[in-house]
C-alpha cells in the first residue's frame, strides 16, 4: 500500500487533519487555522448552553450557524442604519439651509419692496398681511412635503440595503466565496478588507520566496477527504466569527468618531433627535418670520393713530390757547 493511501486511511477525523496540517503548513498559517478552529468549537459550545437540553449535532450545527449569521447580519445591518439615518439628516440639514437662504433673500425683496411702497403710497396693510399669512403656510406645506420626500427616499434605500446585506452575507454564499483554505485565512486575517487580496487571487502575499498557497501545501487525497472538508469548514466559520466581531469593533470606533460640527453624534437617538430639533426649528422660523412682520404691521398702525390723535389734540390745544389769550385782552 502507498505512503499516500495510508495516511488517507490514516486522517479520517478533522483532529487527526489538523494535526497533519501542523507538519505541512508554515508556523502562523497552522497558527490561524487553529485559532478559528478553536473559535467555532467555543461558539458551537457556547450554543450548547443556551439550549440548556440534549439536541442532536445537527440541529446543534443549524443553531449555531443560525445565530452566527444573525450576530454578523446585525452587526452590518445596524451600521447601514446608521449610515442611512446619519444621510438623511445631512439632506435634511440642505434643505433647512436652502430653505433659510430663499427665506433671507425673501425678506430682502420685501423689504425693499416696502421702501417703494413708503415712495408710492401704502398698500392695504390687512391685504399684505393676508398675502404674507398665504405665503407662509405654502412654505412650510412645500418644506414638510420635501422632508416627507427625503423620508420615504430613506425607508426605501434602508429596506434595499438590508435585504442586500442578508442575500450576499448568507452561509451559502460564503461557502461558496471562501473555498480554498487559502481564502479562509485571508477573512481570518481581514487582508481582504485592507484590499490586500484581489477578488480571484489565491497567492499568499505575505511570501514572496514561493507562488505556492496553503493548498497546494496538503496531500491531494487529503483535501478531498470528508475529515478535511468537515476541518475547513470548521475554520471558516471560525473566521467568520473573527471577521464580524472585527467588523463590530471598527464600526464601533466610527460611530464613536461621527461628528456633525463639534458635535458627537454616535447613536440613532441622536441624530433623530438632532433630526426632530431641526425641522421643529425650522418651521418655528417660518412662523416667528410671519409674526414678526405681523407685529411689525400692528406696530405701524398703532404709530399712526397715535401720530393722527396727537394731532387732533394739538389741534385742540392749540384753540384752548386763542380761546385763552382772547379773555385776556
Known amino acids: 500500500m502507498s505512503s499516500h493511501k495510508r495516511t488517507y486511511q490514516a486522517l479520517k477525523t478533522p ?20 485559532d478559528c478552529v478553536f473559535e467555532h468549537d467555543r461558539h458551537l459550545q457556547k450554543t450548547q448552553q443556551q439550549c440548556k437540553k440534549s439536541c442532536s449535532e445537527a440541529f446543534l450545527y443549524t443553531k449555531a450557524c443560525s445565530t452566527m449569521f444573525a450576530d454578523l447580519h446585525n452587526v452590518l445591518t445596524m451600521h447601514c442604519e446608521f449610515m442611512h439615518v446619519y444621510n438623511k439628516l445631512f439632506d435634511v440639514s440642505c434643505l433647512v439651509e436652502m ?30 398681511t393676508e398675502n404674507e399669512k398665504i405665503a407662509v403656510q405654502l412654505k412650510t406645506e412645500c418644506f414638510q412635503q420635501r422632508i416627507a420626500e427625503i423620508t420615504v427616499r430613506f425607508h426605501k434605500n434602508l429596506r434595499e440595503d438590508k435585504e442586500q446585506i442578508a442575500n450576499t ?23 481582504e478588507e485592507c484590499g490586500i487580496l484581489p477578488e480571484n487571487a489565491e497567492i499568499d502575499k505575505r511570501d514572496p520566496t514561493t507562488n505556492k498557497t496553503q493548498d497546494s501545501l496538503i496531500d491531494s487525497l487529503i ?37 456633525i460640527g463639534s458635535l458627537r453624534v454616535n447613536s440613532l437617538a441622536c441624530m433623530n433627535g438632532l433630526e ?26 398703532t404709530l399712526e393713530k397715535t401720530k393722527s390723535e396727537n394731532i387732533l389734540l394739538q389741534m385742540e390745544l392749540d384753540s384752548v390757547l386763542t380761546k385763552i389769550k382772547q379773555i385776556q385782552k
Open 169 to 191: 452575507n448568507s452561509q451559502l454564499r460564503f461557502s461558496l466565496k471562501y473555498k480554498t483554505l487559502s481564502r479562509i485565512l485571508h477573512l481570518a486575517r481581514g487582508n
Open 99 to 128: 430653505m433659510i437662504s430663499s427665506t433671507s433673500l425673501q425678506n430682502q425683496n420685501q423689504n425693499q419692496n416696502q421702501n417703494i411702497n413708503t415712495d408710492n403710497g401704502h398698500l392695504d396693510e390687512t391685504q399684505k
Open 276 to 301: 426632530d430639533d431641526l425641522i421643529k426649528n425650522a418651521i418655528a422660523m417660518l412662523q416667528t418670520t410671519h409674526s414678526q412682520n405681523d407685529m411689525k404691521v400692528k406696530i405701524t398702525k
Open 223 to 259: 483535501k478531498h477527504s470528508n475529515a478535511y472538508e468537515a476541518l475547513k469548514n470548521k475554520c471558516m466559520l471560525g473566521a467568520i466569527l473573527r471577521y464580524t466581531e472585527r467588523r463590530k469593533k471598527r464600526l464601533e470606533t466610527e460611530r464613536d468618531q461621527t461628528r
Open 15 to 34: 483532529v487527526a487533519i489538523l494535526q497533519y496540517l501542523q507538519s505541512v503548513l508554515g508556523s502562523e498559517d497552522y497558527q490561524d487555522v487553529q
